[in-house]
């Protein structure tokens, strides 16, 4: 009877060890890439190629699509994105949380997960820009597409088209010239899921002031 009973103790003992190994393993994990120059941008590290296969957004899912070339970043492998979208992009399935606060808040939050090697989802809702005779209202500014010889800078900014639901990029990397203690919107680049490949080419996109959508769930955080 004593070793039946030690036999089930031992049983008990794996079963529950194996419970918490799954419980622990289960959901996928916050890695950390690195930020590195990339010809002039301090960007993540990651591989352009794998940015590309996911392609740009089909109509709806720009979160979805953030999510994925985040969880790219993180992994080291492509993401399909499975069990992360129900009607929108199931945050939690792929690791991330809610982070709210003011646009100074936010602006630091970026600044310490990219720092950490960790890209941040971020929400962006239109915004008028001065000067501009067509498409004034945007959320991204200029695109960089990554060439043989460096980025090539081009002035073709995402537009969103929806005022209630905004937009949704991933947030990739910051200028170099940054001031932590003084940061704006416009010292981040993002991966726009409107246009992360253009013709096979990885595109970044800058973003533009007053976009961060601090009143609609600003920022999604790995962790």
């Not at 009973?5 to 622990?24: D, E, G, Q, Y």
């Not at 994990?29 to 990339?38: F, R």
């Not at 352009?48 to 996911?54: F, G, H």
Request: glycine share 8%; with cysteine; charged share 15%.
């Amino acid at each position: 009877m004593q070793h039946c009973s030690a036999r089930s103790a031992v049983r008990m003992a794996a079963a529950v060890l194996t419970l918490l190994f799954w419980m622990a393993w289960g959901a996928p994990h916050s890695a950390a890439a690195q930020l590195e120059n990339v010809s002039g941008l301090t960007l993540l590290s990651f591989e352009p190629s794998q940015i590309t296969s996911i392609g740009n957004q089909t109509s709806g899912k720009c979160s979805w699509y953030a999510l994925r070339y985040a969880r790219t970043i993180l992994d080291g492998k492509v993401s399909s994105g499975s069990g992360m979208w129900s009607n929108g992009a199931v945050w939690s399935a792929a690791g991330y949380r809610d982070y709210s606060g003011d646009l100074s808040s936010c602006l630091t939050k970026l600044y310490e997960e990219l720092s950490a090697g960790r890209p941040v989802i971020v929400h962006l809702k239109n915004t008028a820009v001065s000067g501009v005779s067509k498409h004034t209202n945007r959320v991204t500014t200029f695109e960089y597409h990554l060439t043989s010889k460096g980025w090539n800078e081009v002035n073709y900014p995402h537009i969103a088209t929806s005022s209630t639901y905004g937009h949704w990029v991933c947030i990739v990397g910051i200028s170099p010239a940054a001031d932590p203690n003084a940061l704006k919107e416009s010292d981040f680049y993002a991966l726009d899921p409107a246009r992360v490949n253009v013709n096979g080419t990885l595109a970044v996109t800058r973003l533009l002031d007053h976009t961060i959508w601090t009143e609609n769930s600003p920022l999604k955080i790995a962790g």
